[in-house]
């Protein structure tokens, strides 16, 4: 630009214009509506471009509130507001309006903006794509997929390199691999162009193990019909479906235990556990042995003997795609099992808290969630895609026995960093490939995701980083194949949260800060 072009820019913004308001908005000739006229734009974009040309001009005093509303304008534009609605926003209402497209452009204008939403935002989009695998195992809906696949960079999720596809994995069960495609599928092959399913990863073969269902089947769990209630398990809390955060068509109960309710095999008789790896999942890691099969058997049939409880969200759409098509059982943890399990575990979990993508963490780890669900899957139920959130510490009052969703003192907060799914069964269960946990990444090809299935093993607990996390992992409880059954109990690893920020989710997630009775949805 010439000198005269500077001269003439420069004067513009000399001579201080007198403040105008905002005129009522007008219709433009595209049919939108306007707060500025054409010749303030003009003169806007002017000073502007000029500024952008001599930025020394901007360092005056006489600047200052041009620099701030500048500062503004940018924070503005870039949560999309500048545009009409939050590009946030605009994304969760084109997926659920099944508009994948449009939810794409979005999603990828985030990406190349480097922004990243919150995890309610995340885990609102990842439901809405409902991208899970067809009950027969076929990948689900492609465009879905590729917004998962783009919601999961943005997500900033670890990126893991493509394993070459002869490249063999540590304990997997053989060439075939699916977890969610009946066994037809070999590993690395590009399903349909958007999921390369890798090698399921088995962390230990030939496990020995009890086949709860053959029991079942036989009419064998029990020798005798089992007593009621229950030998040291009592309700301890019970939520009418109307009053459950989100409502649901069915009735809640968290079914308490007493010491001593699954007898624990003593040291000396149980194997010593060990930490294996899941191969290019970061953070994700199987600790083998932690329950014995016949301490597993015991966990099913009281689950069995007190009833199963159905778990389907009355109305929404974003509501309907979180159900897990799985029946569970609320059971509160009594203290010597907990401490059985935390012990068992402690010496391969992080010892602190991942640093979240606020930066916040580092608590140090103090213990697991009494509140387990244990879920019943049969043959084609699953677990949509989700992002599991974070829970607090539920537990008793100490003094009136209540059931606290959240126990832990307000002095000394505890929330959860990991899950922890501990497979009660496996092999002889659970048909060949089938009722895998099931992680996605993203690959190195947009548009690409990676499939890693991991096997239940009877006894083993699979622990993974979740909630506001860098590293929180996308996955699904896979479909149980034929004339299958899975038995897993879901629960969390707590982390000392005072001091080391926000712990909690946020409230869009639809758990209520500190709240009693609160649920929470998306894991
Ligand atoms: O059943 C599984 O393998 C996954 C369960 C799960 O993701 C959860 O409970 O959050
Ligand atoms: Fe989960």
Same mark, same amino acid.
């Given at each position: 630009m010439g000198k005269n072009n500077k001269r003439k820019r420069t004067a513009i913004v000399?001579?201080?214009?007198?403040s105008k308001l905002p005129t009522p908005p007008s219709e433009s000739p595209s049919g939108s509506t306007s707060l500025i006229d054409s010749e303030d734009l003009e003169c806007t974009v002017n000073v502007l471009e000029t500024l952008c040309e001599?930025?020394?001009?901007? /360092? #005056?005093? =006489?600047m200052k509130d041009l620099r701030r509303r500048v500062h503004e304008l940018y924070r503005v534009m870039v949560e999309g507001s500048?545009?009409?609605?939050s590009l946030t926003s605009k994304i969760s209402t084109a997926l659920s309006d099944y508009r994948f497209t449009d939810a794409l452009i979005h999603l990828f204008e985030m990406y190349t903006r480097k922004l990243t939403p919150k995890l309610g935002a995340l885990q609102r989009w990842v439901r809405e794509c409902d991208a899970t695998s067809q009950e027969d195992g076929s990948p689900g809906d492609p465009e879905a997929l590729k917004c998962l696949d783009m919601i999961l960079r943005i997500a900033n999720m670890s990126h893991t390199p493509a394993v070459p596809v002869d490249q063999k994995v540590l304990g997997? /069960? #053989?060439? =075939?691999?699916?977890c969610s495609k009946n066994g037809n599928v070999v590993d690395g092959i590009d399903m349909g162009g958007i999921i390369t399913r890798k090698q399921i990863f088995k962390a230990r073969e030939d496990n020995e193990e009890i086949q709860i269902w053959g029991l079942i089947k036989d009419g064998?769990?029990?020798?005798t019909p089992p007593p009621?209630?229950?030998?040291n398990f009592r309700p301890v809390h019970h939520l009418k479906a109307a009053d459950r955060k989100p409502p649901n068509l069915y009735d809640s109960t968290v079914h308490g235990s007493s010491p001593g309710a699954i007898s624990l095999a003593p040291v000396n008789e149980r194997k010593k556990p060990t930490k294996v790896d899941v191969p290019d999942v970061p953070g994700a890691f199987v600790v083998l042995d932690v329950f014995t099969p016949e301490e597993c058997l015991q966990i099913v049939k009281a689950a069995e003997a007190i009833g199963w409880e159905k778990d389907e969200a009355k109305s929404g759409s974003a509501i309907n795609k979180t159900s897990i098509l799985a029946k569970n059982f609320v059971w509160l943890s009594d203290s010597s099992f907990l401490d059985h399990f935390y012990s068992s575990i402690l010496p391969f979990v992080p010892a602190h808290a991942p640093i979240s993508v606020d930066g916040n963490g580092g608590g140090k780890v103090r213990g697991i969630n009494a509140r387990f669900r244990v879920y019943q899957y049969t043959e084609n139920q699953l677990y949509r895609p989700h992002i599991d959130g974070a829970w607090p510490a539920a537990g008793l009052?100490?003094?009136?026995g209540e059931y606290l969703h959240d126990s832990s003192p307000p002095d000394d907060p505890l929330w959860s960093r990991y899950t922890l799914l501990v497979y009660l069964n496996g092999e002889g269960d659970i048909?060949?490939?089938?009722g895998c946990t099931t992680f996605f990444l993203p690959s190195d090809k947009i548009g690409v995701m990676e499939a890693h299935s991991v096997r239940p093993i009877q006894g083993a607990v699979l622990c993974f980083p979740h909630g506001d996390?860098?590293?929180?992992l996308l996955h699904e409880g896979s479909a149980v194949g034929k004339g299958g059954i899975k038995y897993v109990i879901r629960t969390d690893l707590l982390y000392e949260a005072k001091g080391f920020g926000q712990y909690k989710p946020p409230a869009s997630v639809g758990v209520k800060q500190g709240g009693k009775e609160e649920e929470g949805i998306g894991g």
């Open positions: 000399a001579p201080p214009q007198p001599f930025p020394e001009e901007l /360092s #005056g005093k =006489e500048g545009l009409g609605t997997t /069960s #053989g060439t =075939e691999s699916s064998k769990l029990f020798d009621s209630p229950y030998p009052h100490p003094e009136t048909p060949k490939d089938t996390t860098t590293g929180s």
